[in-house]
Nanobody, 116 residues
């Protein structure tokens, strides 16, 4: 079973930037999701195993960039122009090759807090 570990969360002011990392035990398509208290986990972005296909939720387009380093088996989520509504626990997960289905279990997540 592919193991994924998130890191890179923290606290920033609105307009700031953070980069999240998702290290995988093998090359796989990866998606980022986020969840705030009392809300369902929502899809944020995904990238396929070769890096040639990406997806973003509308609310982060133009602000977040997903990328990967296949030597390190690590997927990054560069988050710029952060807003308070981006505050959440962020999780990475395996995705199907067409980035349409989430697979596997959840990791421990990493907290992102954006203050106004």
């Amino acid at each position: 079973q592919v193991q994924l570990v998130e890191s890179g969360g923290g606290s920033v002011q609105a307009g700031g930037s953070l980069r999240l990392s998702c290290e995988a035990s093998e090359r796989t398509s990866v998606g980022w999701y986020r969840q705030t208290a009392g809300k369902e986990r929502e899809f944020v972005s995904a990238i396929n195993s070769h890096g040639g296909s990406t997806r973003y939720v509308e609310s982060v387009k133009g602000r977040f960039t997903i990328s990967r380093d296949n030597v390190k088996n690590t997927v990054y989520l560069q988050m710029d122009k952060l807003k308070p509504e981006d505050t959440a626990v962020y999780y990475c997960s395996r995705m199907s090759s067409k980035l349409s289905i989430r697979l596997g279990s959840w990791g421990q997540g990493t907290q992102v807090t954006v203050s106004s």
